[in-house]
C-alpha cells in the first residue's frame, strides 16, 4: 500500500540518491568545528555563552547493534545504539549553528536505521532524508533555531517504538548565543555538566519467568513486541544499565560547584529527584527561551523530551537522583549516585541525637491510658 | 539458708552423678551425623562483634574481642541446596520461593530468615538433629580466614559525610562476585575448615539480632535489639529485615547489597555424633 507518507518519503530518498553524496555543504561559507562525542553520563567539551558567530558543527552517529547486559543478575538484550551506548551520546551546538551529522550504518549490522531530531525543522526531524540501510551513510544538515534539550531517535518505519526502546535515543542541546539565564535575565554557568538518559527496557519473560536470551535481534522482535504492548517495562535504568550511575560509576561534584544534569526520557515520563537536594533552576519542558522555574523538589519529564536543571551543591555526601517513582527506582533500577566533596554546613543540618532509647518520661506521653481527666 | 545450699549442692551432684552411671550400663549408640556435616573443635578467635557500637553517645568501631566457641561445633560442609529445599515445600513445610529452572543441585537463594528457620525445624524432624541457623560468632568461627574484618569508618556527627563517602568508596570498591546466578557446591572452593564456598556468590542468614551497644563506661550496654533485623554474613557482613528475600540496593540506599540470599546450617547435640561411616 502506497500511503502519502511513504510517496513522501520515497520522493526523499530519491532526492537524495540524485544529490552527488559526496557534495557536503560547502554552499554555506561557514566556519567548521568538528566534535568528537563521548558517552554519557559525560558531554563533549563545549562554550556555555559564545562570542562566535554561526558555524557548522560535524557530528558522526554510528549505529551499532549489539547484545547488552543490563542489570546485575546478568539479564541481557539486544540492544540498538548510536554510538554504542544507550542512550547515545549528548550534543551541543548554539542557537544559529548548523549541525553536519553523518549516520553510519556499517555492514555488519542487520536493520535499517535512521535520525528525528527533535530540535531540527522539517522532514520528520530528518527521519524523511537519513533512512540507512547496512553498509551506507547519510549526511544531514539542519539549522539550530531553538534553544534548549531535545531528543533525537530512530524513527523506522513500522518499527519505531521498537528501536527507541532498544536504546536509538540522545539528546540535543542548543545553547543560547548568550548562555543560560534565570527568570529575571541574570546570567547562568555550570561548572560540570552531566546527561542522565532514562530507558524503558521491555525484556521478555519465559513459562518459568526467567528472562530470555536470543540468537539475534530480529529473533528478539516479536516477544519483545509482545511485552512492549502491555506497557509495562521490565526495566526502567538510567545511561542503559542497573547500576551505570552507582558505585565506583557514581557521578561526582564538589560543594560549591554547580551542576547541570540534563535528563531525556525518549518514550515514557519520568519524574527526577535529588535525594538531599533540589532543582536551583529547572527548565522542566527544556527549553531555554522558557524561564527556568526555580527550587523545585521534583520536575517532570515528558516521555519524548527532555529536562534540564541546575543545582550548586552545599553539603557534601552521597545523593540519590532518581526517578520518583520509587518503585521504578529502587525495584526497576532508576538510581543514580553523586559523591560530593566538601566541608559539612552544620547550619544547614546537625545531628543532635544519633538513634538511642527513648527516654522514660517520653514514652507515656502518647498513651492515652496514663491520660488523666 | 544452710540447708538450701545443702540441698541444692546435693541435686547438683546428683545430676551429673546419675547420667554417668547410666551410661557405664548402657553405652548410647552415637547418632550417626548426617552427610555433610563436619565437626570444628571448639576454640577461641578474634571477633569483630556485629551491632552498631556508640561510645558517649557517638559512634564508635565495632570491638574486635577474643571469645571461645566453648564446646565442638557441628556445621554443615555446605549450603542448603535449591533440591534440599524443594523436599521440603514438597511436605508444606517450607514457604514457597522461586526454584531454579535447570539444575537443583545449587543452593537455595531468594529465601528469608524464615523461609531458613522453616527449612532448619523441618530438617530436624525429619532426621532427630536439632539443626538451626548458626550465631554469628557460630558462624565467623566457621568461616575463618574467609570471615570478613571490614570496619567501615565511624561518623563524626560534626561532619557525617566524611564517614558516609568513605563507606560508600569502600563498598563500591568490594569485589563483586563475577557470576550472580547460583552455583554447584564447591565452585567456591573450600577454606581452611573444610566449609565449601564461604562468602561466594551467596550470602548466609545467621540467627543473631541487630544489637545497638553501648560502650559508655567501659562496659557493654545493649540498648536495642531487634530480631526483626538479622546479621547476613559472606563477602562482608550486613544486616537485613528478617523476611526480605531479594536483597537490592536503590534509592536513598548507597552501597552494594549481598548478590544472593541463603544458608547454611549447624546441628546441635548433647552427645557426640558419630562421624565417617
Not at chain 1, 551546538?93 to 542487520?110: F, I, K, Q, S, W
Not at chain 1, 519529564?301 to 520509587?326: D, K
Not at chain 2, 565495632?62 to 566453648?70: F, V
Request: hydrophobic letters at 40%.
Amino acid at each position: 500500500m502506497l500511503t502519502r507518507r511513504t510517496a513522501l518519503m520515497g520522493a526523499a530518498v530519491a532526492a537524495l540518491v540524485a544529490m552527488a553524496p559526496m557534495a557536503l555543504a560547502d554552499d554555506l561559507k561557514l566556519p567548521r568545528q568538528h566534535v568528537d562525542l563521548v558517552a554519557p553520563p559525560f558531554v563533549h567539551p563545549h562554550e556555555q555563552a559564545t562570542k562566535d558567530g554561526p558555524k557548522i558543527v560535524e557530528f558522526k552517529l554510528t549505529v551499532q547493534e549489539k547484545e547488552v547486559v543490563i542489570d546485575d543478575a546478568g539479564t541481557k538484550m539486544w540492544a540498538m545504539t548510536y554510538n554504542g551506548s544507550m542512550p547515545g551520546p549528548m550534543m551541543v551546538l548554539h542557537e544559529g549553528d548548523y549541525m553536519e551529522l553523518t549516520l553510519v550504518n556499517p555492514a555488519t549490522n542487520a536493520m535499517p536505521h535512521n535520525i528525528d531530531l527533535h530540535a531540527a525543522t522539517g522532514g520528520l526531524g530528518g527521519g524523511a532524508l537519513t533512512k540507512v540501510d547496512p553498509g551506507e551513510q547519510a549526511v544531514l544538515r539542519w539549522k539550530a533555531t531553538r534553544p534548549g534539550v531535545f531528543i533525537y531517535h530512530c524513527a523506522p518505519e513500522g518499527m519505531i517504538p521498537w528501536h527507541v526502546v532498544s536504546g536509538m535515543h540522545g539528546t540535543v542541546m542548543v545553547l543560547p548565543h548568550v548562555g543560560l539565564k534565570d527568570d529575571a535575565g541574570k546570567p547562568l554557568h555550570y561548572d560540570r555538566i552531566y546527561y542522565v538518559g532514562e530507558n524503558d527496557l521491555y525484556v521478555p519473560k519465559d513459562e518459568n519467568g526467567k528472562y530470555k536470551t536470543y540468537e539475534s535481534i530480529g529473533e528478539s522482535y516479536a516477544d519483545t513486541t509482545e511485552v512492549m504492548r502491555k506497557l509495562i517495562p521490565s526495566h526502567v535504568v538510567f545511561e542503559g544499565r542497573v547500576g551505570a550511575l552507582t558505585g565506583k560509576n557514581a557521578m561526582t561534584a564538589k560543594v560549591g560547584e554547580t551542576v547541570m544534569i540534563v535528563h531525556s526520557e525518549a518514550n515514557r515520563d519520568s519524574r527526577p529527584h535529588l535525594i538531599g537536594g533540589h532543582g536551583d533552576y529547572v527548565w522542566e519542558t527544556g527549553k531555554f527561551n522558557n524561564p527556568p522555574e526555580r527550587d523545585l523538589e521534583t520536575w517532570f519529564i515528558r516521555g519524548g523530551s527532555a529536562g534540564a536543571a541546575l543545582y550548586t551543591f552545599r553539603e557534601p555526601g552521597i545523593y540519590a537522583y532518581v526517578n520518583h517513582n520509587l518503585i521504578e527506582a529502587v525495584e526497576l533500577g532508576a538510581t543514580a549516585h553523586i559523591k560530593v566533596d566538601g566541608k559539612w554546613n552544620e547550619d544547614l543540618m546537625k545531628q543532635i541525637s544519633p538513634a538511642s532509647p527513648i527516654p522514660a518520661d517520653r514514652v507515656g506521653a502518647a498513651d492515652p491510658a496514663i491520660v488523666t481527666r | 539458708m544452710l540447708i538450701a545450699l545443702k540441698l541444692k549442692a546435693l541435686t547438683l551432684g546428683a545430676a551429673t552423678v546419675t547420667p554417668l552411671l547410666v551410661m557405664a550400663f548402657t553405652p548410647p549408640v552415637a547418632p550417626k551425623a548426617p552427610e555433610g556435616a563436619l565437626m570444628l573443635t571448639s576454640g577461641a578467635f578474634g571477633y569483630r562483634v556485629a551491632g552498631d557500637f556508640s561510645l558517649d553517645g557517638k559512634p564508635t568501631t565495632n570491638p574486635l574481642q577474643r571469645i571461645k566457641i566453648p564446646r565442638a561445633l557441628v556445621v554443615m560442609k555446605n549450603q542448603v541446596t535449591a533440591a534440599e529445599y524443594a523436599r521440603c515445600m514438597a511436605d508444606r513445610a517450607c514457604p514457597r520461593v522461586a526454584l531454579p529452572a535447570g539444575s537443583r543441585d545449587v543452593p537455595i537463594v531468594g529465601v528469608s530468615w524464615h523461609d531458613a528457620t522453616a527449612y532448619a525445624q523441618w530438617i530436624s524432624k525429619k532426621t532427630g538433629l536439632t539443626h538451626r541457623l548458626p550465631t554469628d560468632e557460630e558462624w565467623s568461627y566457621a568461616a575463618a580466614e574467609r570471615a570478613g574484618d571490614e570496619t567501615l569508618p565511624v561518623v563524626d556527627p560534626a561532619d557525617p559525610a566524611k564517614a558516609w563517602l568513605a563507606r560508600y568508596e569502600a563498598e563500591a570498591a568490594r569485589g563483586q562476585p563475577q557470576v550472580t546466578t547460583p552455583q554447584p557446591a564447591g565452585t567456591f572452593g573450600e577454606n581452611s575448615k573444610g566449609l565449601a564456598d564461604v562468602a561466594g556468590n551467596v550470602w548466609e542468614w545467621t540467627d543473631s539480632c541487630f544489637l545497638r551497644v553501648s560502650l559508655d563506661g567501659g562496659r557493654e550496654r545493649v540498648t536495642n535489639t531487634n530480631c526483626g533485623v538479622r546479621v547476613v554474613e559472606g563477602a562482608h557482613r550486613t544486616y537485613m529485615t528478617d523476611f526480605i528475600r531479594d536483597p537490592r540496593t536503590g534509592g536513598c540506599a548507597a552501597g552494594v547489597p549481598p548478590s544472593n540470599l541463603g544458608f547454611r546450617l549447624v546441628i546441635e547435640t548433647k552427645t557426640r555424633l558419630a562421624f565417617g561411616s
